[in-house]
């Protein structure tokens, strides 16, 4: 039985992804705020790049209540004001697009 990785992953499950990257890419831009380490500093900051594109990737299409898009805005913005600290052009991130 093959059906779609949509089908199979209601929006609770997308949620939750999504709000998992957010944290993972929180963590990875605090590690690399509090390292003096700069290829960790880097790797770290990268980490935290992608943890956000692959959020707004899953986030796509996705319809959310009115809790879990207040939520995912909450932390969208805690994480590009952390990759702002760490001189990430915001500017290039993906966008979030929620429904």
């Known amino acids: 039985m093959n059906r779609p990785l949509v089908a199979v992953y209601p929006s609770t499950l997308r949620y939750q992804f999504i709000m998992t990257e957010l944290l993972v890419g929180i963590t990875h831009c ?3 705020a509090t390292t003096e380490d700069l290829a960790r500093k ?3 900051r990268r980490l935290a790049e992608q943890a956000y594109s692959a959020a707004a990737d899953y986030a796509r299409g996705v ?3 009115a809790a879990m898009r ?3 805005r909450n932390k969208t913005d805690q994480l590009k004001s952390l990759l702002a ?3 990430v052009s915001t500017e290039q991130l993906p966008r ?3 429904l």
């Open 30 to 32: 605090r590690a690399a």
């Open 63 to 65: 319809v959310l209540s």
């Open 42 to 44: 880097k790797r770290n």
């Open 96 to 98: 979030f697009t929620l």
């Open 70 to 72: 207040q939520d995912v």
């Open 85 to 87: 600290n760490l001189q």
